[in-house]
């Protein structure tokens, strides 16, 4: 495939040669890529090519949860987004937590569309021997708190897991809430209602902003105390992005200082953290209970400018879909989690277009960042020899999120109604994973494609 005209997200107007599953040649457009026998060709012009996202961040919800999401729903979601690499996380049924677990969601996941890797989770009832001889992307994320699946595990546990990993040189992805801070007195009351402003917000009053600050601190000590390399997931407050950036002792993702030096301790946030705020609460009702949960107006803003300003290492999902009869379920028993896979390029992409965040910004925290943190080194990037994972996108073109017009199973979406830069082809290393024509709307998906980047 060659794909001409294209502008990347440095603003260089190139030709892009796509052969055997890899980048082959980037030209500058004025030096011309000539067309070969029989090999299609992409008019970009106009539009912008960039890399396709990596998701550190999914859950996939196979086994046990086919009903809200499975490897082909999820991963068609993903392509449609412009996502070409997924990480699912272990709170499935069977929880990830021995090789047996890992061997089961391995098969499923050959269903894929997209790229993936599978990480390992902590219980009591682990097992690392068995575990560790997997091929893991990652180790958690470990739970710090309960959260769907109930895998949240005391501190001298976490202590002994981080061990392990950093012994290995497995990576440390941290769900960090301290449920000791949790405010019970927040849940008091009659907590049925699915939409009532009333009660919405009681979610985020519970489990205190305070909650992720201590528990993130935490994890950083324990890490620096392990030399273990420690990943902060969805982070929700300007506070624990701080306690990381402090720890790292540098601007955005580092690389280690020598082969031996543990790696630095890096962040992400969720789309859903960036772009809706407790104010949201009575819109959203019990849909918007997730974990961490939603915060002040005044944090989510604090949150932003930290993306934008370079804090945070990574945007990822928790792409963490439930049905809509579970969220209808009154606010004490409705499950914790929302969809966001194929949202999460769109929504940033907007941001671009209306002048909020740059494009080279957006292209660091969803691909170059999270293919760096976690070594893969032939993703996250468009340069020859790199794995051709590719977005094709027209900035001037957003459209209203609608979730009647999204792939995933579950058939809703929090960011129902905003605005989002959605892509016109996906590319999973070469093969076309999904396209839409811009002017029809017609789309179509391509073949399950994908691989388990550790295998690789």
Known sequence: MLITGAELADGRVRDVRVRDGTVEAVEPANARLDPE?????????????????????????????????????GSRSAAAGGVTTVVDQPNTSPPTVDGDAFDAKAELAAESLVDYGINGGVTGAW???SLFERPLFALGEVFLADSTGDMGIALDLFEEAIAEAAARDVPVTVHAEDETLFD??????????????????????????????????????????SDAQVHIAHTSTPEGIDAVAEARGGDGAGERESADAAAPPTCEVTPHHLFLSRENAGRLGTF?????P??????????????????VDVVATDH????????????????????GVETLYPLLLESVRKGDLGLERVRDVVAANPASIFGLGAKGRIAEGADADLALVDLTEPREIEAGALHGACGWTPFEGLQGVFPELTLVRGEIVYERDPTTGAESFGEPVGRNVRRS
């Open 288 to 292: 918007g209970r997730m974990n961490p």
């Open 294 to 311: 939603l915060r002040s107006e005044e944090r989510r803003a604090r949150v932003f400018e930290r993306l934008r300003d370079g804090d």
């Open 127 to 129: 097992d690392p021997e």
């Open 320 to 339: 963490a879909p439930h049905t809509v009869a579970e969220k209808r379920q009154g606010l004490a028993d409705a499950p914790s989690g929302v969809p």
């Open 184 to 225: 019970e007195r927040a849940l008091d009351g009659d907590l049925g209602g699915v939409g009532t402003a009333a009660n919405a917000d009681a979610w985020s009053a519970y489990r205190t902003a305070e909650a992720e600050v201590a528990a993130v601190e935490r994890a950083l000590g324990a890490a620096a105390e």
């Open 37 to 73: 026998a029989g090999e299609r060709v992409v008019d970009a012009r106009g539009r912008h090519l960039l890399p396709g996202a990596v998701d550190v961040h999914v859950h996939f919800r196979e086994p046990g949860g086919s009903h809200k999401e499975t490897w082909t729903s």
